[in-house]
């Protein structure tokens, strides 16, 4: 029970990695608030969660929209209180993943909700927390592409590397505060972000990670044989936004199956 009566907020939390964070920050005693863009997904998992006994709220949010970053902070600390835990998770990937074809109207909107609405969210979350005289954590969603622009990835991996460092920024003006920010980057995990990936080279819906794998094993470039899970990378976030992560901040933590010292 590390976040027991702990106010959590976590974007992007309808599917995939989101999901996962949700429900074991739930299981440990967390109040969390499930901040989607869709509802069906977002109201989907705050009912999973209440129906185990958990505490749960939906709260429809597009991170890219200043307005509700802001009512969501609002609609938050009125149900539970001043902000004790931030994850930033929502993203979006480009519909065409080559540079050279990639439109800046397709840029910006990536930007827009990846590296724009993250650091919003953060420092939205991250002020509250100064006012109120929290001493919490925030913890970001980054990715191994943003390390290594290896295959396709024309805008998300550039947005994700910025979110990587201004996690590193932002953890070090709120640091007087007592307020720690890292990153998690995973490496291949089997969610909806591969699905444009999918369609762009005529795959069947959820293969690409198994292809990606196989590949990657094939070349020597994954220590671990196999997808990571959306829990494996919760419990990542999970330890980063607790106690025993006291001493950790401005720190991106590579949960890839190794993955990354290959790249």
Same mark, same amino acid.
């Given at each position: 029970?590390?976040?027991?009566?702990?106010?959590?907020?976590?974007?992007? /939390?309808? *599917?995939?990695?989101?999901?996962?964070?949700?429900?074991?920050?739930?299981?440990?005693?967390?109040?969390?608030?499930?901040? #989607?863009?869709?509802?069906?997904?977002?109201?989907?998992?705050?009912?999973?969660?209440?129906?185990?006994?958990?505490?749960?709220?939906?709260?429809?949010?597009?991170?890219?929209?200043?307005?509700?970053?802001?009512?969501?902070?609002?609609?938050?600390?009125?149900?539970?209180?001043?902000?004790?835990?931030?994850?930033?998770?929502?993203?979006?990937?480009?519909?065409?993943?080559?540079?050279?074809?990639?439109? $800046?109207?397709? &840029?910006?909107?990536?930007?827009?909700? #990846?590296?724009?609405?993250?650091?919003?969210?953060?420092?939205?979350?991250?002020? #509250?927390?100064?006012?109120?005289?929290?001493?919490?954590?925030?913890?970001?969603?980054?990715?191994?592409?943003?390390?290594?622009?290896?295959? $396709?990835?024309?805008?998300? /991996?550039?947005?994700?590397?910025?979110?990587?460092?201004? *996690?590193?920024?932002?953890?070090?003006?709120?640091?007087? $505060?007592?307020?720690?920010?890292?990153?998690?980057?995973?490496?291949?995990?089997?969610?909806?972000?591969?699905?444009?990936?999918?369609?762009?080279?005529?795959?069947?819906?959820?293969?690409?990670?198994?292809?990606?794998?196989?590949?990657?094993?094939?070349?020597?470039?994954?220590?671990?044989?196999? /997808?990571?899970?959306?829990?494996?990378?919760?419990?990542?976030?999970?330890?980063?936004?607790?106690?025993?992560?006291?001493?950790?901040?401005?720190?991106?933590?590579?949960?890839?199956?190794?993955?990354? &010292?290959?790249?």
């Amino acid at each position: 029970m590390r976040f027991k009566d702990k106010h959590i907020i976590i974007t992007g /939390a309808g *599917t995939g990695i989101g999901r996962g964070i949700a429900h074991l920050l739930a299981d440990e005693g967390g109040r969390v608030v499930i901040a #989607n863009r869709n509802r069906e997904n977002g109201e989907r998992v705050a009912g999973e969660i209440k129906e185990k006994g958990g505490t749960a709220l939906y709260i429809q949010t597009d991170v890219s929209q200043d307005k509700d970053i802001a009512c969501l902070i609002q609609q938050a600390t009125d149900a539970f209180g001043p902000v004790d835990v931030a994850v930033s998770n929502a993203a979006i990937s480009e519909s065409a993943s080559s540079a050279l074809e990639l439109g $800046m109207e397709e &840029w910006d909107r990536v930007f827009a909700v #990846n590296a724009r609405g993250s650091f919003a969210f953060c420092r939205a979350c991250g002020q #509250n927390m100064v006012d109120c005289g929290t001493h919490g954590s925030i913890v970001t969603v980054a990715t191994l592409m943003a390390r290594s622009g290896k295959g $396709m990835s024309g805008a998300y /991996a550039p947005s994700k590397a910025a979110v990587i460092m201004f *996690t590193k920024t932002l953890a070090k003006s709120l640091a007087p $505060m007592g307020i720690r920010v890292n990153c998690v980057s995973p490496g291949v995990v089997a969610t909806d972000i591969y699905n444009r990936v999918e369609d762009e080279m005529m795959m069947e819906r959820g293969t690409f990670a198994d292809w990606l794998v196989e590949e990657s094993v094939k070349n020597g470039q994954l220590l671990i044989p196999r /997808a990571g899970t959306a829990e494996e990378i919760a419990a990542a976030v999970a330890f980063l936004a607790s106690d025993a992560a006291s001493y950790i901040t401005a720190q991106n933590l590579s949960v890839d199956g190794g993955m990354d &010292w290959c790249w």
